[in-house]
Antibody
Framework: EVQLVESGGGLVQPGGSLRLSCAASGFTFSSYAMSWVRQAPGKGLEWVSAISGSGGSTYYADSVKGRFTISRDNSKNTLYLQMNSLRAEDTAVYYCAKVTYGDYVNDAFDIWGQGTMVTVSS | DIQMTQSPSSLSASVGDRVTITCRAS??????LAWYQQKPGKVPKLLIYAASTLQSGVPSRFSGSGSGTDFTLTISSLQPEDVATYYC?????????FGPGTKVDIK
């Protein structure tokens, strides 16, 4: 069964840091680009960042550029999101998502994790 | 960046009704358009990709159409389990922007 399981969310103060992880199973992880998508409470979906299968290409939303870093460890089948200089507006459920076909960063997302909540508050 | 809009923002319909949701891109995106369903408290689910291709396992009452800038998601006969928010997403290029969503409930 194809599965994505996020972890690492929690409560952090403004200006703080957090690292999210997404453990993948049931597919050849290194063959697929991956993304992070977030959803603030009661709001819509916002794409955050994407990474190619090899990890050699990364992309970011303007709202997180320079503060967040996406990476992956294909030997551990794990995707990461390092979040620094966190702001109240980063409060959201963070989902990792797998693209539908291979190593195409620009693609629909066919598998989503259950999400991990990040709350930025003092 | 290309902006995505959806209409209506919400709708209420009766069981068995035909429901249509519209998504518009601010620039042409060919058929690089996906639709997702998110039920309350649940994870988004891919319904349609490439504007009109039904994802495996999705009921055939869902269909998508359109190309360029204008797209539609149609539910041919609304069922109680279709209560959800529906999002379109363009993915021709980064960023893969989502529309604001359309909330569907039962009248």
């Amino acid at each position: 069964e194809v599965q994505l399981v996020e972890s690492g969310g929690g409560l952090v103060q403004p200006g703080g840091s957090l690292r999210l992880s997404c453990a993948a199973s049931g597919f050849t992880f290194s063959s697929y680009a991956m993304s992070w998508v977030r959803q603030a409470p009661g709001k819509g979906l916002e794409w955050v960042s994407a990474i190619s299968g090899s990890g050699g290409s990364t992309y970011y939303a303007d709202s997180v550029k320079g503060r967040f870093t996406i990476s992956r460890d294909n030997s551990k089948n794990t995707l990461y999101l390092q979040m620094n200089s966190l702001r109240a507006e980063d409060t959201a459920v963070y989902y990792c998502a797998k693209v539908t076909y291979g190593d195409y960063v620009n693609d629909a997302f066919d598998i989503w994790g259950q999400g991990t909540m990040v709350t930025v508050s003092s | 960046d290309i902006q995505m809009t959806q209409s209506p923002s919400s709708l209420s319909a009766s069981v068995g009704d035909r429901v249509t949701i519209t998504c518009r891109a601010s620039q042409g995106i060919s058929n690089y358009l996906a639709w997702y369903q998110q039920k309350p408290g649940k994870v988004p689910k891919l319904l349609i990709y490439a504007a009109s291709t039904l994802q495996s396992g999705v009921p055939s009452r869902f269909s998508g159409s359109g190309s360029g800038t204008d797209f539609t998601l149609t539910i041919s006969s609304l069922q109680p389990e279709d209560v959800a928010t529906y999002y379109c997403q363009k993915y021709n290029s980064a960023p893969p922007t989502f529309g604001p969503g359309t909330k569907v409930d039962i009248k």
